[in-house]
């Protein structure tokens, strides 16, 4: 492991621009320094998760690589959470642990990650309902990726309202090599995006879908308009966090690739907002609490931070995921 550090080190090419002063050599210790610093408070869990206890990291075959399952239903007290409106027109129907989101449009909803199959109906059916919207008008249900966290509601809201599931390839292809008999049932084959992504556009609000292979081969990643009080304010959604795939220095450049891709797209569409599908890496449950508060007038929305402060999300992931393929050399 250290060889491959000192080999790093001794080239010099690449340093870290993080410094304003003299550039540190690209180790994996100078990378996890960095990672700390673009987390800062703001991200302290998402660096936790992949700096400082990579779920693969003592690697062997697979460790850790198993999609999380629902074995058994755990005490409702341990995850239930009351539905919140957070945005104009973006609802939290998550759990206090997985999050899921209601997109409205004039012409129905977008719904983003589908929780547990034990979930669905008290969040996602019975939260909307709770909220004054109809599940019935969930026109597309974007899956993040294919781990039964995020996916086990699909097959409900296909059959029972019609929504179009909107899924990357390869986790489509996991997903329907499940048996009938998994937890929430097996989706239809329905929308499959592609490594190029695609444009989700329902009753004039258009969600940027981009493929973020890493997490899973085919995790996606969103970008999308909220509004908060009429203004308008742009969302990057990481779509996959942690590293409980196989250990392969391939994966990772792979995940690190995704994150800066993620980031520049987030620069680009002027996003202000990270949301993640997990509340451990956007403090999603405080967040919808928070914002059911008044606010002082000026005062920010409590998911609103800014274009760097996005961009040190990105930055973060990317630098957690690089320490590791460099680690493994
Ligand atoms: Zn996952």
Not at 18 to 47: C, D, I, M, S, W
Not at 133 to 156: F, T
Not at 160 to 185: C, F, H, K
Not at 272 to 278: K, P
Request: with cysteine; glycine share 10%; aromatic share 8%.
């Amino acid at each position: 492991m250290r060889v491959g550090l000192l080999f790093v080190a001794a080239v010099g090419v690449m340093t870290l621009t993080v410094h304003a002063q003299a550039p540190a050599p690209v180790t994996p210790e100078n990378l996890v320094k960095a990672a700390k610093r673009a987390a800062g408070a703001e991200y302290a869990g998402t660096f936790l998760r992949i700096c400082v206890a990579p779920d693969n990291l003592d690697g062997g075959a697979g460790r850790g690589a198993a999609p999380p399952a629902a074995r058994s239903v755990p005490d409702r007290a341990l995850w239930y959470a009351r539905p919140y409106k957070v945005f104009d027109n973006l609802y939290f129907v998550g759990t206090k642990i997985h999050s899921s989101w209601a997109l409205t449009t004039t012409d129905g909803i977008v719904l983003i990650d589908t929780l547990f199959d034990y979930a669905i109906e008290p969040e996602i059916v019975e939260g909307l309902t709770t909220l004054g919207l109809d599940p019935g008008s969930i026109k597309y249900v974007l899956i993040s990726h294919a781990h039964g966290d995020h996916d086990q509601g699909a097959a409900l809201l296909q059959s029972r309202y019609r929504a179009r599931i909107v899924m990357g390839a390869p986790d489509w292809e996991a997903t329907l090599q499940r048996p009938a008999s998994a937890p929430g049932g097996v989706p239809k084959r329905d929308m499959v995006v592609g490594p190029e992504g695609t444009k989700i556009t329902l009753g004039g609000t258009t969600v940027d879908v981009i493929a973020t292979p890493g997490h899973t081969p085919g995790t996606l990643s969103y970008i999308f308009p909220v509004r908060d009080g009429g203004r308008s304010v742009v969302v990057a959604y990481s779509g996959g966090t942690a590293f409980n795939f196989p250990r392969r220095a391939e994966s990772f450049a792979i995940y690190r690739d995704s994150q800066n891709k993620m980031g520049k797209a987030a620069a680009a569409a002027g996003a202000t907002v990270v949301m993640s599908n997990h509340t451990e890496f956007d403090r999603a449950y405080d967040r919808a609490r928070i914002a059911q508060l008044p606010r002082a007038p000026g005062e920010k929305h409590p998911y609103e931070t800014d274009a760097a402060t996005v961009k040190r999300y990105f930055d973060l992931g990317a630098d957690c995921a690089e320490a590791q393929r460099l680690s493994m050399q």
